[in-house]
């Protein structure tokens, strides 16, 4: 199976900061990613797909890079409603699997 | 507009069986894959299972091979998830998702695996 290393696990940040998460997949997976974010109560909600490409409706501030094993998650300038964890996710082969989160607090 | 509807959850004792329920509509239900993610409390997010559109070919993660299967009733726009042998750690919420051209999440139902 293929893991996914995510860091940090948590992270401080203040509305305005610019945020970095990243991803570490245990083997290449192309582009085959995506970034979810998640506030409590709530199911995720996919911001990327395809490691780089904005979901429909989701802000600028939120970009990605990345292939093969090494993918980022960048939020420009946070803001209140972007406290919340957020997950990777890898389809390249099966079992898909997540990476651990990321709770911005 | 595309809904996805969770049903089934609820206790059940180790060892024992539940099925669950998703009812998709809003969509041409037969021409996609579908998923089954779960979300234990106060943990991350765990794949379960993928059946392709078709039902002939199925997916699971290791920590529910041979216990859970997932199959569909593409004629009632329904995706299932049998569990079988039960165990406390199968204790999560159970979302029925879609992700191929946009990014569907149901509501989720939970399963409460104790004695």
């Given at each position: 199976d293929i893991q996914m290393t995510q860091s940090p696990s948590s992270l401080s940040a203040s509305v305005g900061d610019a945020v970095i998460i990243t991803c570490r997949a245990s083997q290449g997976i192309r582009k085959d990613l995506g970034w979810y974010q998640q506030t409590p109560g709530k199911a995720p909600k996919r911001l990327?797909?395809?490691?780089?490409t904005l979901q429909s409706g989701v802000p600028s501030r939120f970009s990605a890079t990345g292939s093969g094993t090494e993918f980022t998650l960048i939020i420009s300038s946070l803001q209140p409603e972007d406290f919340a964890t957020y997950y990777c996710l890898q389809h390249n082969s099966y079992p898909w699997t997540f990476g651990q989160g990321t709770t911005v607090e | 507009e595309v809904q996805l509807v969770e049903s089934g959850g609820g206790l059940v004792q180790p060892g024992g069986s539940l099925r669950l329920s998703c009812s998709a509509s809003g969509f041409t239900f037969s021409s996609y894959s579908m998923h089954w993610v779960r979300q234990a409390p106060g943990r991350g997010l765990e794949y379960v299972s993928t059946i392709r559109a078709n039902g002939d070919d199925t997916f699971y993660a290791e920590a529910v091979k041979g216990r859970f299967t997932i199959s569909r009733d593409n004629s009632n726009n329904t995706l299932y998830l049998q569990m079988t042998s039960?165990?406390?750690?199968?204790t999560a919420v159970y979302y029925c998702v879609r992700l191929a051209n946009g990014d569907y999440w149901g509501r989720g139902s939970l399963v409460i695996v104790s004695s």
């Amino acid at each position: 199976d293929i893991q996914m290393t995510q860091s940090p696990s948590s992270l401080s940040a203040s509305v305005g900061d610019a945020v970095i998460i990243t991803c570490r997949a245990s083997q290449g997976i192309r582009k085959d990613l995506g970034w979810y974010q998640q506030t409590p109560g709530k199911a995720p909600k996919r911001l990327i797909y395809a490691a780089s490409t904005l979901q429909s409706g989701v802000p600028s501030r939120f970009s990605a890079t990345g292939s093969g094993t090494e993918f980022t998650l960048i939020i420009s300038s946070l803001q209140p409603e972007d406290f919340a964890t957020y997950y990777c996710l890898q389809h390249n082969s099966y079992p898909w699997t997540f990476g651990q989160g990321t709770t911005v607090e | 507009e595309v809904q996805l509807v969770e049903s089934g959850g609820g206790l059940v004792q180790p060892g024992g069986s539940l099925r669950l329920s998703c009812s998709a509509s809003g969509f041409t239900f037969s021409s996609y894959s579908m998923h089954w993610v779960r979300q234990a409390p106060g943990r991350g997010l765990e794949y379960v299972s993928t059946i392709r559109a078709n039902g002939d070919d199925t997916f699971y993660a290791e920590a529910v091979k041979g216990r859970f299967t997932i199959s569909r009733d593409n004629s009632n726009n329904t995706l299932y998830l049998q569990m079988t042998s039960v165990r406390p750690e199968d204790t999560a919420v159970y979302y029925c998702v879609r992700l191929a051209n946009g990014d569907y999440w149901g509501r989720g139902s939970l399963v409460i695996v104790s004695s």
